[in-house]
């Protein structure tokens, strides 16, 4: 069969490779010719993935029999629109929209009453009063983001402020040869540099672009990933996250809780997650979504008909539950034998390394940190990409925090594998 991956960037290698596995062959879309995916495809076709009509073009050449979906932002759109165009199973460009557009995301479910938030949509010609909405409050683009432009407000006079908050200035650092700035003061005056030079590249606000501004949604927040077979949606794994601190409030940790840790709440949200996936009627698609549980009520924050990054789909879901997504869903696709319902339960964590505001001095040996390790746990996988005397900025997006590496450890318990975190955090020398 023939196979199309839109967006071929490293994290589409491993749907390909399973693709080739599988005896198919692979078409990829990407502008960039130096794309991880592109070089791992059969056909490679240099097209920005943001003009439909030209990759729609370009796959009618190949008698494409499917879409292959891999972790995507907005851009899922064209997969929709490609899948319209050539009549292909999978997402339609209209449902597409409903996972990118984060304000009719909001309004289908809020008016089927899957959401109890307040959102309202902001742009030049469309201000908002601050005081029609309760706090805290979250203001980021209107489509896809990837955690750049959005920003956590506690009180109206912050939205007043925004503006001038994005294009604030910072002052020059000074030269380690004035002879007014002492080597620590100059040490210093580099940190604040940098990390002012990060919070203006994750704060690309365009006056152009539509933004919403929605109330916090208060709870526990954790990721669910899932697939619709046909419209009929099988849960594969749920993820409990931890975040860093407002405003940024980025994921640096999942652990693990389903498969097999709590039924009743594994039965609660495969229940609303049903509801959502209805309402927003997707079908024959990966999906992952990220949700908020208070008491007894679940919130879902946004859902994409497409598989997790951040090293989920194609390493965390396989080690965890012994199925892999990328695997069955092309299994599925092209009519095979398929199977999405968990084979086993793993307590996995995956952590990805959050220090901040330090030079890093000093890189561990994981084979010397296991012998420190709590009772049961142990390293499933070591990724580390950080550099001796790498500064580590503040977390503010993904960008500020997947370059640095991750790790993941298996252990009997969330308790045990919490401390292991700590004793690897403690093993890097920063300054």
């Given at each position: 069969m023939n196979v199309a991956v839109i967006g071929a960037d490293a994290e589409s290698v491993h749907a390909i490779e399973q693709a080739h596995k599988l005896g198919h062959r692979v078409i990829a879309v990407d502008q960039d010719p130096k794309a991880p995916g592109a070089m791992a495809a059969d056909v490679h076709y240099r097209i920005d993935i943001s003009h439909e009509s030209e990759v729609i073009d370009a796959l009618k050449k190949e008698d494409i029999d499917f879409v292959m979906t891999t972790p995507i932002g907005r851009h899922l759109t064209t997969i929709g629109a490609v899948n319209d165009a050539l009549h292909l199973p999978g997402i339609s460009r209209a449902k597409a929209v409903m996972c990118t557009d984060k304000y009719e995301f909001h309004k289908k479910l809020s008016a089927a009453g899957l959401r109890s938030n307040r959102c309202f949509l902001v742009n030049s010609f469309r201000p908002v009063d601050p005081y029609r909405i309760q706090y805290p409050a979250i203001f980021k683009p209107r489509f896809g983001s990837h955690g750049r432009s959005v920003h956590y407000l506690t009180n109206p006079d912050e939205i007043f402020k925004l503006q001038d908050d994005i294009w604030g200035t910072h002052e020059d650092t000074g030269g380690p040869d004035n002879e007014k700035v002492s080597a620590a003061e100059f040490s210093r005056n580099v940190k604040r540099a940098m990390e002012e030079h990060q919070r203006k590249a994750s704060l690309e606000d365009d006056p152009s672009d539509d933004y919403i501004l929605e109330e916090a949604l208060i709870g526990d927040e954790y990721a669910v990933d899932g697939f619709m077979e046909g419209y009929n949606y099988e849960i594969m794994l749920v993820r409990r996250?931890?975040?860093?601190?407002?405003?940024?409030?980025?994921?640096?940790?999942?652990?693990?809780?389903?498969?097999?840790?709590?039924?009743?709440?594994?039965?609660?949200?495969?229940?609303?997650?049903?509801?959502?996936?209805?309402?927003?009627?997707?079908?024959?698609?990966?999906?992952?979504?990220?949700?908020?549980?208070?008491?007894?009520?679940?919130?879902?924050?946004?859902?994409?008909?497409?598989?997790?990054?951040?090293?989920v789909y194609d390493e965390l879901i396989p080690m965890a539950c012994g199925v892999d997504p990328a695997e069955q869903y092309i299994r599925y696709m092209s009519g095979a034998s398929h199977y999405f319902q968990p084979l086993n339960s793993r307590k996995l964590m995956l952590r990805y390394f959050d220090m901040e505001h330090c030079f890093l001095h000093g890189i561990p040996d994981p084979e010397k940190i296991v012998s420190l390790m709590p009772a049961g746990v142990a390293f499933r996988k070591w990724k580390c990409k950080m550099k001796l005397l790498d500064y580590l900025g503040s977390i503010n997006d993904e960008s500020s925090i997947l370059w640095r590496g991750y790790y993941i450890i298996e252990g009997p318990d969330e308790r045990a594998l919490r401390k292991a975190a700590d004793i690897v955090r403690d093993s890097f020398e920063l300054k």
């Amino acid at each position: 069969m023939n196979v199309a991956v839109i967006g071929a960037d490293a994290e589409s290698v491993h749907a390909i490779e399973q693709a080739h596995k599988l005896g198919h062959r692979v078409i990829a879309v990407d502008q960039d010719p130096k794309a991880p995916g592109a070089m791992a495809a059969d056909v490679h076709y240099r097209i920005d993935i943001s003009h439909e009509s030209e990759v729609i073009d370009a796959l009618k050449k190949e008698d494409i029999d499917f879409v292959m979906t891999t972790p995507i932002g907005r851009h899922l759109t064209t997969i929709g629109a490609v899948n319209d165009a050539l009549h292909l199973p999978g997402i339609s460009r209209a449902k597409a929209v409903m996972c990118t557009d984060k304000y009719e995301f909001h309004k289908k479910l809020s008016a089927a009453g899957l959401r109890s938030n307040r959102c309202f949509l902001v742009n030049s010609f469309r201000p908002v009063d601050p005081y029609r909405i309760q706090y805290p409050a979250i203001f980021k683009p209107r489509f896809g983001s990837h955690g750049r432009s959005v920003h956590y407000l506690t009180n109206p006079d912050e939205i007043f402020k925004l503006q001038d908050d994005i294009w604030g200035t910072h002052e020059d650092t000074g030269g380690p040869d004035n002879e007014k700035v002492s080597a620590a003061e100059f040490s210093r005056n580099v940190k604040r540099a940098m990390e002012e030079h990060q919070r203006k590249a994750s704060l690309e606000d365009d006056p152009s672009d539509d933004y919403i501004l929605e109330e916090a949604l208060i709870g526990d927040e954790y990721a669910v990933d899932g697939f619709m077979e046909g419209y009929n949606y099988e849960i594969m794994l749920v993820r409990r996250k931890r975040l860093t601190p407002p405003p940024a409030r980025q994921a640096v940790e999942y652990i693990v809780i389903m498969p097999s840790d709590d039924r009743a709440l594994e039965a609660r949200i495969r229940d609303y997650m049903s509801s959502v996936c209805e309402t927003l009627g997707l079908k024959d698609c990966m999906l992952h979504a990220d949700i908020v549980i208070n008491g007894r009520d679940i919130n879902v924050i946004e859902v994409s008909a497409s598989p997790a990054g951040r090293h989920v789909y194609d390493e965390l879901i396989p080690m965890a539950c012994g199925v892999d997504p990328a695997e069955q869903y092309i299994r599925y696709m092209s009519g095979a034998s398929h199977y999405f319902q968990p084979l086993n339960s793993r307590k996995l964590m995956l952590r990805y390394f959050d220090m901040e505001h330090c030079f890093l001095h000093g890189i561990p040996d994981p084979e010397k940190i296991v012998s420190l390790m709590p009772a049961g746990v142990a390293f499933r996988k070591w990724k580390c990409k950080m550099k001796l005397l790498d500064y580590l900025g503040s977390i503010n997006d993904e960008s500020s925090i997947l370059w640095r590496g991750y790790y993941i450890i298996e252990g009997p318990d969330e308790r045990a594998l919490r401390k292991a975190a700590d004793i690897v955090r403690d093993s890097f020398e920063l300054k």
